[in-house]
């Protein structure tokens, strides 16, 4: 195993690298490409002070866990969002288990700032119990490689009552019971795609109704954008409320009725208005990821090291044009 010195020497050459990959939408938007800056410190990723790139591990779906997370490591990247299936089948491997995925982490200088993921939590339906049972596995390997919290996102796909919605209350309060043994938040998370929780507004009072303190809301910018949220729907948002967020872009084809999760976009290569969101979801007091969530193929198929030195290129002129620590840390 090449060990953490070794990773971020190598990490201290990929700015110079990376400038060869700037986003085309800065240039679109007029202003020249910002050179990256350095990788945020593991102080900063931990205290989740300013904001800072993030890989989710579903963006790199056909790559083992070992192989991702060295991927990420090496370009730079400080936090990541494991796929805990993959971590699972590391597990499972000869001589690994739960501890050595968190010295993988460790010794890569890498902070599972979150965990992915457990469906069907919020909406009833016959799959509930068994999502329940997968919900106890995964909260418990969450906490041992260092994530406290989870992604659980609705993809309800029946035609539901509002008796069904004041049900989803119970549901994500017993969920959030069973992430509070292991020390986990379950964050529910809307989707576009969804017919119970597809708004942030549904998700907010949902998660406000639940009243637990291991239930709190998630936001995902290609769900927002490309949904049926409005811009103003952010203004709902109390300060701190915010507990995590997926940051990717809406692409203007193919129509948006027709988009699905494959249909990602590069952050700065579509049509949703990145930057104005940043800015409310920061008066909101939101700090911490930006982890960017892509099905693309293209995407998933890319080595982890290239992907997530394009996703720094994509995300880092967001965070320098913010007020954060990480920008005011760089060149």
């Known amino acids: 195993m090449i060990n953490r010195r070794e990773f971020l020497v190598m990490a201290s050459a990929v700015p110079a690298v990376s400038q060869l990959m700037q986003p085309q939408a800065a240039f679109a938007q007029g202003a020249a ?19 800072f790139v993030c890989m989710h ?3 790199s779906e056909r790559f083992d866990f070992k192989t991702a997370m060295q991927g990420y490591a090496r370009a730079g990247v400080r936090a990541v969002e494991p796929s805990l299936l993959k971590v699972r089948e590391f597990t499972q491997l000869p001589g690994e288990s739960p501890a050595s995925a968190k010295r993988l982490l460790d010794d890569l200088g890498l902070t599972a700032v979150s965990s992915s993921n457990q469906l069907g939590l919020p909406e009833p339906g016959p799959t509930r119990q068994r999502s329940l049972d997968d919900l106890k596995w995964k909260v418990e390997l969450a906490h041992q490689i260092g994530a406290d919290r989870i992604v659980c996102p609705s993809a309800g ?14 549901h994500m309060r017993e969920a959030g019971e069973i992430g509070k043994q292991a020390g986990v938040v379950c964050m529910l998370e809307f989707a576009r795609s969804s017919r119970f929780v597809g708004s942030l507004a549904t998700a907010l009072k949902m998660v406000r109704d639940a009243n637990h303190p291991n239930v709190r809301v998630m936001l995902d910018t290609y769900h927002f954008w490309g949904g049926i949220s409005k811009f103003e729907d952010l203004d709902l948002l109390r300060e701190g409320e915010l507990h995590h967020l997926h940051f990717e872009d809406v692409p203007d084809s193919p129509p948006r ?6 249909d990602r976009a590069m952050p700065g290569e579509g049509i949703a ?7 409310v979801l920061e008066q909101k007091k939101y700090s911490g990821p930006l982890s960017f969530e892509s099905f693309k193929p293209v995407h998933i198929a890319m080595d982890p090291f290239e992907l997530a030195t394009k996703v720094r290129a994509a995300i880092e002129p967001f ?13």
Not at 37 to 51: D, E, K, L, S
């Open 319 to 331: 965070i320098q044009g913010a007020n954060s620590p990480i920008s005011k840390s760089g060149p």
């Open 157 to 170: 796909t029946g035609m539901y009552t509002e008796d069904d919605f004041r049900m989803g209350v119970d």
């Open 33 to 51: 490409p910002a050179p990256l800056g350095p990788p945020p410190t593991r102080a900063q990723v931990t205290a989740r002070q300013g904001f």
């Open 273 to 279: 208005p990145l930057k104005r969101i940043l800015d």
């Open 57 to 59: 591990e579903a963006s």
């Open 257 to 262: 009725e027709i988009q699905g999760q494959p």
